[in-house]
């Protein structure tokens, strides 16, 4: 949602996201801490009446599709329609059956299914996962792309899938349309050992979370400072991450990348002893620490 007149949109009170409309419910909803709000009729900054939905979900585009598509039967597949019990596999046994003709999705429809009436495949604005912060997204994206192009015409019948993307000369675009694996492999190979990345380095991401912003940008810095005197260069940060605040803590992440011979006995004894002389600091016993060992 954003206001045609200042631009504003709705943002989460305990989150830095801003909120998305749901539809079904008819609320605006925070997919990080699930607070939800009445839809404004008015423009709470300038109060304008000029409210719009804009950009596109699942629910969106299930709402455009009879549009073109008028004598179709069509259904989605999202966390939202598979709550229910039952609900995941009566849309998969309908669509198997033919009761469904257009199933729009999230990612859950790339996983595992083989159906033999499947001849069309799109995936719209592929370039989402190709632009996310993290090392992983070019595996990820062309993990991703393959897999639901193999959801088209996977039995019997050659199929055709269509792939939205303002890059289509991106190398990870291009190697999904090659169907090249080892090419994709090859250079995130290259790129890994250059940048120091899994699976020639391990990774461990140190969040810091408090509630109140000064106490944790010191108390980060500090603990940052705790760990450089033994793991030195290895220390990255602390940065925020995109997300910066969520359920009212905001969040500042410290990245450590050591050797995969490195004895991994040894960093976990560095970290505890930081730790351990963080918390002997007054104003930084409320901070909460958080380690996650090769995170995803």
């Known amino acids: 949602m954003v206001c045609d007149s200042c631009q504003w949109t709705p943002e989460c009170n305990n989150c830095d996201v801003s909120l998305t409309y749901h539809k079904g419910l008819n609320r605006l909803k925070c997919h990080y801490c699930g607070a939800s709000k009445d839809v404004p009729v008015i423009c709470p900054n300038c109060g304008s009446k000029k409210l719009a939905m804009k950009g596109f979900g699942t629910e969106k585009i299930e709402e455009e599709m009879p549009v073109f598509f008028p004598n179709a039967i069509v259904k989605r597949m999202d966390l939202d329609t598979t709550r229910s019990k039952n609900a995941y596999l009566q849309i998969i046994n309908d669509f198997q059956d033919r009761k469904i003709d257009i199933l729009v999705g999230t990612q859950m429809v790339t996983k595992g299914l083989d159906f033999d009436n499947v001849s069309l495949v799109g995936v719209l604005n592929a370039d989402n996962g ?26 019997y019948k050659r199929g055709k899938v269509i792939v939205q993307t303002s890059q289509p000369h991106h190398v990870v675009i291009r190697d999904v349309v090659e169907n090249d694996y080892f090419g994709m492999y090859k250079s995130q190979m290259e790129e890994r050992v250059k940048f120091k990345y899994p699976p020639f380095y391990r990774l461990i991401r140190i969040s810091l979370k408090h509630r109140d912003y000064n106490v944790l940008n010191a108390g980060a810095s500090h603990f940052a400072n705790l760990l450089k005197p033994k793991l030195g260069a290895r220390v990255l940060g602390p940065e925020y991450p995109m997300v910066a605040r969520v359920k009212n803590l905001f969040i500042k992440n410290i990245l450590i990348k050591f050797e995969i011979k490195a004895s991994h006995k040894a960093v976990k004894v560095i970290i505890n002893d930081a730790m351990d002389d963080m918390y002997k600091v007054k104003e930084f016993r409320s901070i909460y620490i958080q380690p996650d060992v090769d995170p995803m």
């Open 130 to 155: 190709l632009f996310y912060p993290d090392f992983r997204a070019f595996e990820r994206s062309f993990q991703q792309l393959t897999q639901v192009s193999g959801r088209s015409g996977r039995k």
